[in-house]
């Protein structure tokens, strides 16, 4: 079968505005959930800043990992300890994002009450769902669990799955 490209991506400077922007209507929207002091956004964004950041390189790793994955596996040969580098290397990257944000969670729980701190924690998830629809829905991918065309046409052998559990 043959693989759709990918749409281009923005250059870099369009996608540093559009990052800025982002980051810009979280904070706002936290100040706001939260009901933060300008005092106390001062001391809880830089956190929060250099969180997300080190989030989005984790992320970045993660998809270049996933690339190199799937294009061992398209190899007529498939290298199995190649396969177990990236696969374990994929494993460590996921446990130190899962103790970043154990920390991370820690750090905001000594600036925040345990009700403002649920809030956060539930504001995160729902913004970083609200912009990964939009950023499907800006690429064209519409609905996750509405794939486009026939199976044979679409890059991926497995259905996507819906974004909320059934």
Do not use: C
């Amino acid at each position: 079968t043959k693989e759709t490209p990918p749409p281009p991506e923005p250059d870099h400077g369009k996608r540093e505005a559009i990052r800025k922007r982002i980051e810009t209507m979280k904070l706002w929207g936290l100040m706001e959930e939260l009901q933060l002091s300008e005092t106390e956004a001062l001391e809880l964004f830089p956190k929060v800043r250099d969180f997300d950041r080190q989030e989005q390189e984790r992320h970045r790793k993660e998809r270049r990992l996933f690339r190199q994955l799937k294009a061992e596996l398209h190899k007529r040969s498939v290298d199995e300890g190649r396969l177990r580098e990236i696969i374990d290397e994929l494993a460590r990257l996921r446990e130190a994002g899962f103790t970043a944000e154990r920390k991370h969670i820690e750090a905001m729980s000594r600036l925040l009450s345990t009700e403002q701190l649920a809030r956060y924690i539930v504001f995160n998830m729902e913004f970083r769902d609200r912009i990964h629809r939009l950023i499907r829905k800006a690429r064209g991918r519409g609905h996750p669990g509405r794939p486009k065309g026939p199976a044979s046409e679409r890059h991926s052998p497995l259905p996507e799955l819906p974004e909320e559990p059934l």
